[in-house]
């Protein structure tokens, strides 16, 4: 007799496979992308300079270990891509993105160093071999 759980997993499995969005669901067809732009304000001031070259860190659930990291370009925007293996940390519920300053064209010192933006869930794309979430961030400001 089978046990209990390895028999609700096996059921999960059966009805997963008749449903039509989970034939696109593979271990190596997920990705999460996240983009924004950094401006030069801790207030979140759409309409100040972008800053350029600053460091910005995708970190969850407060941890000290980011998922990743990149450099804004000269207009300010950064993007992010995770893979499937870096999804697994990954909630919005608990992650935000973290901007360096004083980065580039910005003199701003914030008390910790850092402006802190939220991310926001704008659409999923799903093909036969890929499933892509795409999230933009708030605006930075002052945490």
Known sequence: MLKPNVFLLYMFLIIASLYSISHSLSLLGFQINTRGIVRCSVTGDPNAPPVSGSVVNLVCANETTNLSGVLTDPTGAFNFTLKFSDTLL??????????????GNCSLSPPNGTLTATVNLVNVFVTSALVTLNYITGPFVQN
């Open 90 to 103: 990954y909630d919005p519920s608990y992650c935000v993105v973290e901007a360096n300053l004083p980065a």
